[in-house]
């Protein structure tokens, strides 16, 4: 199970930073990753980190403003946005998966999260 939280409404040029808390199992061997979905929209991908958290990638949206870490003893990766702006409004998904090299498509991912939304006014 993941639970993703710490959505919200932020003003822009503000921040947020999301958790999503797994239990149930340890995905300490997982991949983890972000994705988001605004309305009307497909889920795209926001980045992923590797299992042991030495690595992570993003989506050229968000490169420089968004940061992926993960705490594999509390078994919970999180997603630090800055510099918010209203097109990063979207429900933000977590989820795990077993391959680094499938982590930009969500058919890589095998466990999700619920979703957390996040508003960005402008």
């Known amino acids: 199970q993941l639970q993703a939280s710490g959505g919200g409404l932020v003003q822009a040029g503000g921040s947020l930073r999301l958790s999503c808390a797994a239990s149930?199992?340890?995905?300490?061997?997982?991949?983890m990753g972000w994705f988001r979905q605004a309305p009307g929209k497909e889920r795209e991908f926001v980045g992923a980190?590797?299992?042991?958290?030495?690595?992570?990638f993003y989506a050229d949206s968000v490169r420089g403003r968004f940061t992926i870490s993960r705490d594999n003893a509390k078994n919970t990766v999180y997603l630090q946005m800055n510099s918010l702006k209203p097109e990063d409004t979207a429900v933000y998904y977590c989820?795990?998966?077993?391959?680094?090299?499938?982590?930009?498509?969500?058919?890589?991912?095998?466990?999700w999260g619920q979703g957390t939304q996040v508003t960005v006014s402008s």
């Open positions: 989820a795990a998966g077993p391959s680094i090299a499938r982590r930009g498509t969500p058919a890589g991912y095998d466990y």
């Open positions: 980190i590797t299992s042991s958290g030495y690595s992570a």
């Open positions: 149930g199992r340890t995905f300490s061997g997982y991949v």
